[in-house]
């Protein structure tokens, strides 16, 4: 792999390893605590979030890495996310994990097929901008990190309010 892809892979990898440490610490009585941001998303919430996005996600950096742009134009996180929560609603945390697991992997995979030209390659993002297929990995590792952030202040919440 070059550079870049060690790059991209390392803070992938990380911030899968933080979210993955985080979970670990989520109990059966936690999944319903809802942190101070997002709008009242629970932990559960949060992590059918970041299931559904990461599975999202591989499709669409295939698509920019070949040429073939990003999302659409028109894309609309929002009522995207609102789908995947009502398609989820019976989903299990562990079969939610194990998604996010396998298509972390599949986007590691990926990542290791990519050439300089491909990772320079440009289309639209899910956060709206205009970006390279290396800025939507960056993308996937900030989007989890922030999330991450968001799970532990849930849960840092609920363990002030317990002392």
């Known amino acids: 792999m070059s550079h870049r892809q060690d790059a991209l892979r390392a803070k992938l990898v990380e911030a899968q390893r933080e979210l993955l440490q985080t979970l670990d610490t989520v109990s059966d009585d936690d999944w319903q ?3 101070p941001n997002n709008e009242g998303w629970s932990i559960r919430d949060l992590l059918v979030h970041l299931t559904t996005s990461e599975v999202g ?3 669409t950096l295939k698509k920019m890495a070949a040429g073939q ?3 659409p134009q028109d894309f609309d996180p929002n009522r995207w996310n609102a789908g995947q929560s009502r398609r989820n609603t019976e989903a ?3 079969m939610l994990r194990q998604q996010l697991e396998t298509a972390h ?3 590691l995979q990926l990542l290791e097929t990519l050439d300089d030209t491909a990772l320079d ?3 639209h993002m899910s956060s709206g901008v205009d970006g390279s297929t290396e800025d939507n990995f960056l993308l996937v590792a900030s989007h ?3 999330h991450t952030e968001d799970m532990r ?3 840092s919440q609920a363990s002030n309010v317990a002392s």
């Open 33 to 35: 605590r809802v942190g």
């Open 57 to 59: 996600f591989v499709p």
């Open 69 to 71: 742009g990003g999302v």
């Open 92 to 94: 299990s945390p562990a």
């Open 105 to 107: 992997q599949e986007m």
């Open 121 to 123: 390659q440009r289309g």
């Open 144 to 146: 989890k990190r922030s």
């Open 153 to 155: 202040a849930a849960l």
